[in-house]
């Protein structure tokens, strides 16, 4: 039986480049799945070699940048928090306001797929709060919240 509280099972790439201003290379995610109303939601990155990041980071031992996965849970957030709002016919800027409690806790190499698992922890008016972890294989990588704010 599928789960009511599931809104938006998938939102793919043609979606994302509907949704967020961001385009390549800054366009970090690939889709965001199982979107729930109570405003949490899955991003998912296939990360491949050919990323612009490791071309300097580093050429010898490709590691994906932390700050890299800290601006695709916001890009994650942006899309779950774009979409809960009823009746939003245009795209929204997203701007980060917080990243707290930031920790990076292993490598994520190329070939890896990271999911970033993101949950609302607060909102008020046009300013959102997530807690987001960011996963590959099931083990946690990085973490953070964040908090982001919605305009026109």
Not at 6 to 30: C, G, K, Q, S, W
Not at 80 to 107: H, M, N, W
Not at 126 to 144: I, L, P, S
Request: charge should be neutral; include cysteine; aromatic fraction near 10%.
């Amino acid at each position: 039986m599928e789960d009511a509280a599931v809104r938006f099972a998938l939102v793919d790439i043609n979606e994302i480049l509907m949704t967020l201003p961001h385009r390549y290379p800054m366009l970090l995610i690939d889709r965001v799945i199982n979107i729930r109303t109570d405003y949490s939601g899955v991003g998912v990155k296939n990360v491949t070699f050919n990323e612009p990041p490791f071309q300097g980071h580093f050429p010898d031992r490709p590691v994906y940048p932390g700050v890299m996965m800290i601006e695709a849970m916001a890009q994650t957030a942006g899309v779950i928090g774009i979409k809960s709002v009823e009746g939003t016919e245009r795209p929204r800027a997203v701007y980060f306001l917080t990243i707290d409690k930031c920790k990076f806790r292993k490598p994520v190499m190329p070939g890896d797929t990271i999911e970033y698992h993101m949950r609302s922890i607060g909102r008020r008016k046009t300013m959102w709060w997530f807690h987001g972890d960011a996963r590959v294989n099931g083990t946690t990588v990085a973490e953070a919240d964040i908090g982001a704010m919605l305009t026109d």
